[in-house]
T-cell receptor, first 113, second 117 residues
């Protein structure tokens, strides 16, 4: 069965600093991996997805994530944080297209002025 | 109009009451899902449906039931609500698409906040 673990339920960074949100996955087959973002009082929206086409995936709003099979990781990064990035971020995994999608517990990102 | 519409957006009810949360979509997707979100627990899958005749239990289906009335409609019922079902509920849809790049990207509704007293 597939699963994801997000390290850190809360992360605080200063405006302009590097954002790093960690996600490790477990999958018995090559996975599809996703990052979703939830802004306050909204549903989730897709930031980016990994589907084996390229290990470095670029998403919206300047975010990117790198798939590292040897480390079973799919960490999310952004070079320079903006106040508008304050939100909750969820990593998700699916083992194949005919399977259900499993989410991590989420990481709430706080941006300090 | 939103691609995925959930009603009601907010509901307060009492223990033992029957509650139905409704979801409709205009995406034309075959796959629909119900998740619940609790602080610190992320999203947990309650039920999912890959087409009108296909219903599957998720991680936490006890105490819930679903009905897929049409491709566009998927409702979640709590037959006898209890306080620990107080949560934010999300409906989502997906389309596996063509080849690997479709990869089951989810489109979420805005959520239904349920409080059981």
């Amino acid at each position: 069965a597939q699963s994801v673990t997000q390290l850190g339920s809360h992360v605080s960074v200063s405006e302009g600093a590097l954002v790093l949100l960690r996600c490790n996955y477990s999958s018995s087959v090559p996975p599809y991996l996703f990052w979703y973002v939830q802004y306050p009082n909204q549903g989730l929206q897709l930031l980016l997805k990994y589907t084996s086409a390229a290990t470095l995936v670029k998403g919206i709003n300047g975010f990117e994530a790198e798939f590292k099979k040897s480390e079973t990781s799919f960490h999310l990064t952004k070079p320079s944080a903006h106040m508008s990035d304050a939100a909750e971020y969820f990593c998700a995994v699916i083992g194949n297209r005919d399977d259900k999608i499993i989410f991590g517990k989420g990481t709430r990102l706080h941006i300090l002025p | 109009d939103a691609d995925v519409t959930q009603t009601p957006r907010n509901r307060i009810t009492k223990t033992g009451k029957r509650i139905m949360l409704e979801c409709s979509q205009t995406k034309g997707h075959d796959r629909m899902y119900w998740y619940r979100q609790d602080p610190g627990l992320g999203l947990r899958l309650i039920y999912y449906s890959f087409d009108v005749k296909d219903i599957n239990k998720g991680e936490i289906s006890d105490g819930y039931s679903v009905s897929r009335q049409a491709q566009a409609k998927f409702s979640l019922s709590l037959e006898s609500a209890i306080p620990n079902q107080t949560a934010l509920y999300f409906c989502a849809t997906s389309d596996p698409g063509q080849g690997a790049t479709g990869a089951n990207v989810l489109t979420f509704g805005a959520g239904s906040r349920l409080t059981v007293l």
